[in-house]
């Protein structure tokens, strides 16, 4: 008997979880939504703008916001790579401040405890690993230089890990009966969240230290791509992209696309010719401050390249003279044009699941500060694996650091080898043994 109400009652549970994913598959009922934000266009843009169709109107608060944002661009660039580092961190807590409140938003009336204090601990500890090696790989000898920096780099990864595991802990702790699934929804949120924007952004900045223009051409490339797919589709757009943006138009995409490659070879030839810009960023231990300056790869030189016979015959020219580094600004516009819109596409699919219109309310005509991060994450990550697989080669700075912290017997064992093969092969004069 009691066997049978055991099947009987697994099977009423059965049908009634097959009840629920039915009523999920038909209609996203069962996820509360998140409240719909006010209009937050400034009152002087409203009136100035009243009597135009709101369709016009979005495109005014749009463009004008969006020149606004890229004064601000310039700003930064011009105060250095130390104010970009410490934006790049800055947007990147805001991007995840917005994805946890949606998360908080939508499951409000649990009050799940700590949920919030964790979320933000997380972060901290995330943030002190990825930071913490940074710091040991390009600070090197100001780290040997200080006792308690020189005891934080050795024993960082324990360190590290010893705080993970505290939040860990908390989180277990804090298990509530008749909410432990949806704390686990929320654990996983935090960590995707975590995923997606602090390893992401801490790619940017690896990517920084490469030379500003490694930082630089890609965003610009996916701003220009963002700025023309909308002003292509906003005047041509007649033919759907994707169903999750139904605003997005093929014409918008292509014409992005073209708009894209060109702005990048040009922006390229600007940039090449610049020092601050191709220099990778150091720090001076004298001085206590970031230098750019070196002398300019082969990579920032201007080459001469043969054109193909068509070419040849509408320019008339043979041969232009390029740098190579535009070359690689073809790929990565492409890149952004192409692969780049489908971060937008996913951020469009995660708000359609909650049933929201924007990610926050930060930026009037763009919604929040991840609504215009989005296609950059992707972005990032492709720039550095494409440093690391067709740009740069063994770092010697980064052997000498590693043998440095090696043992004087170490040390001497390695400088022994390294002589030994150097005389072997012809580039050392060879030395007579002693008697």
């Not at 369709?55 to 790579?81: D, E, H």
């Not at 550095?384 to 043998?403: D, E, H, M, T, W």
């Amino acid at each position: 008997g009691t066997q049978q109400s055991k099947c009987l009652g697994s099977e009423a549970e059965g049908k009634e979880r097959d009840g629920a994913s039915d009523n999920e598959t038909k209609s996203d009922s069962g996820v509360p939504e998140v409240p719909v934000s006010a209009d937050d266009t400034p009152e002087v843009l409203n009136k100035a703008l009243s009597g135009l169709s709101s369709r016009w109107k979005n495109w005014w608060v749009r463009g004008i916001l969006t020149l606004a944002m890229i004064s601000f661009f310039f700003i930064i660039i011009y105060l250095g790579p130390m104010v970009l580092m410490m934006i790049v961190l800055c947007v990147q807590i805001k991007c995840f401040h917005e994805i946890i409140m949606i998360g908080y938003s939508v499951y409000h009336s649990y009050h799940l405890p700590w949920f919030r204090t964790l979320s933000w601990y997380f972060l901290l500890c995330v943030n002190y690993f990825f930071y913490g090696e940074t710091v040991t790989d390009y600070f090197f000898t100001l780290v040997q230089r200080e006792e308690p920096l020189r005891i934080l780099s050795k024993y960082h990864r324990f360190i590290s890990f010893a705080l993970y595991l505290t939040g860990f802990c908390m989180f277990v702790l804090s298990l509530v009966k008749k909410h432990y699934r949806l704390q686990f929804y929320m654990f996983g949120w935090t960590h995707v969240t975590l995923l997606i924007v602090v390893t992401q952004s801490h790619l940017i900045i690896h990517n920084l230290f490469e030379g500003m223009i490694w930082f630089i051409v890609p965003i610009s490339c996916v701003i220009c791509n963002d700025i023309m797919a909308y002003m292509f589709g906003f005047f041509f757009g007649r033919t759907p992209l994707i169903k999750l943006s139904p605003k997005k138009t093929w014409e918008g995409f292509i014409g992005g696309f073209f708009s894209t490659v060109v702005f990048g070879i040009l922006l390229s030839y600007v940039m090449s010719g610049y020092r601050f810009f191709v220099c990778p960023v150091e720090f001076n231990n004298d001085s206590n401050s970031f230098t750019v300056d070196c002398e300019p790869s082969e990579l920032f030189q201007l080459q001469d390249y043969g054109l193909p016979p068509v070419l040849q015959s509408i320019t008339g020219w043979t041969t232009v003279k390029l740098y190579p580094f535009q070359i690689h600004s073809i790929a990565l516009s492409a890149f952004a044009s192409i692969m780049g819109p489908f971060g937008g596409f996913f951020a469009s699919g995660f708000k359609r699941a909650f049933k929201i219109k924007d990610f926050a309310n930060t930026i009037p005509g763009h919604g929040g500060i991840m609504d215009r991060f989005d296609c950059q994450y992707l972005m990032a990550t492709f720039v550095n694996v494409y440093i690391a697989s067709f740009i740069r080669g063994p770092n010697p700075s980064k052997v000498i650091q590693q043998l440095l912290a090696l043992r004087l017997d170490q040390q001497l064992h390695i400088f022994n080898s390294l002589k030994a093969h150097l005389t072997e092969k012809g580039l050392l004069p060879a030395l007579e043994e002693a008697a």
